[in-house]
DNA sequence: CACTAAAACGGAGGCGCCTCCGTTTATTTA
DNA sequence: TAAATAAACGGAGGCGCCTCCGTTTTAGTG
């Protein structure tokens, strides 16, 4: 199924370190895949030796790729985030832009599920690791700017919001409990978040 | 996650919910103590099963007492907190007051030390548990409070000196990087700071 | 192609974690 | 002091972590 291998994380382009081997780069990015699943289901104690074994390969494999388990978790959270602002461009090319916005907050959610999932490490690396936390945090806020001022410059949202306004608004998001519908409540959240941002549009 | 009440263990003096048998009280301090040599001298990786065939118990008895290993680590912690705070009461009474402040830096010292160790896992336990923190920062710096203001009115050192200053004038211990010779470099600290509390002084 | 060196693979093995439960011990009661 | 019972003990067993190294695969080269 894997013919077309998804993008890979470490670009060899910038300062490149080295190219993989064909078969490396395909075990280590389906390790990656695998492992953002098993995190998001069974949080960040998810067996690496079940996580090897599902992307097909051996534990030794694993290691060699990501030898500690946080290697593994910066890994995927990187990808979490390289995913969700490339989503943010190709929803802009394909929707309308007040619902590619829409579109993108309900992955957002997405994002942050497993950002809970993850939470214990997660925290211990963002503040070990400062310039993880800076990176992503900055591409994602200006994927959701752009998307924010693209919608009000096309009229299909309000044109007086500022993207950070929005930002402030999902925050609810964020610091709600953890309970088992936690992911509906942000889904309406979104929506009614929308529909405030699209009343009065002049679009 | 789970956050327990926060379960103060040792002396059954201090408003006991439930006095120990004696042989679980025997144990539980043994462990404790058996762990926090093991701690500073390990890190906090070191093997439960190491500790509790040190401490002379089998390893179900470690875990009944605590039930993971950040319970052992706060346990150790607190005491070790309870220790520098008793420590202070005790040089008041056998020294001179500056002899005494000095002693005591000393000893704040080797606390810092073991925090050092434990690096990781303190810090995720203290910002889970605020408590811990506010507990014990709160009852270090009041120790220290007691001393530096002992040792002025006594005129063994300057008067017009501060306690958070003296507190302050610490802090590059924690700052410092973790070379081999941090610890010598902190003893220095230490005496510098005392000549310098003790110049001018009226005593 | 065939060959080779370098790169990557994978899993056995050793160790630590933690649970579970049969055995032992301290304390209470008579 | 002896019996009863609640509390504590301890270690075997099962599982996951991680290292080490013999085997396999890939990417060059003639």
Redesign the pocket.
């Known amino acids: 199924m894997a013919d077309q291998p998804p993008e890979t994380d470490e670009k060899p382009e910038s300062s490149a370190p080295k190219p993989?081997?064909?078969?490396?780069q395909r075990?280590r990015d389906k390790l990656a895949e695998v492992a953002a699943q098993a995190f998001a289901t069974d949080g960040v104690d998810a067996?690496?030796?079940?996580i090897a074994k599902r992307a097909g390969?051996?534990?030794?494999?694993l290691?060699?790729?990501f030898?500690?388990?946080e290697h593994l978790v910066e890994v995927v959270y990187r990808r979490e985030v390289e995913g969700l602002c490339q989503a943010a461009e190709e929803l802009a090319r394909e929707h309308p832009a007040d619902v590619a916005l829409e579109l993108w907050m309900q992955r957002f959610v997405d994002y942050i599920a497993t950002k809970r999932g993850l939470a214990t490490s997660l925290r211990v690396l963002l503040t070990t690791n400062s310039t993880l936390f800076s990176d992503t945090s900055g591409r994602v806020s200006s994927a959701m700017r752009g998307l924010v001022e693209a919608a009000a410059a096309s009229g299909k949202i309000r044109a007086d919001v500022d993207a950070s306004d929005v930002m402030h608004a999902l925050g609810g998001i964020y610091s709600a409990p953890n309970t088992p519908d936690w992911r509906e409540r942000s889904g309406r959240l979104v929506k009614l978040l929308m529909d405030g941002l699209r009343f009065g549009a002049r679009g």
Do not use: Q, W
Request: aromatic share 4%; proline share 5%; glycine share 10%.
């Open positions: 993989l081997r064909a078969d490396a075990n067996s690496l030796e079940e390969v051996g534990i030794g494999t290691y060699r790729h030898p500690t388990r």
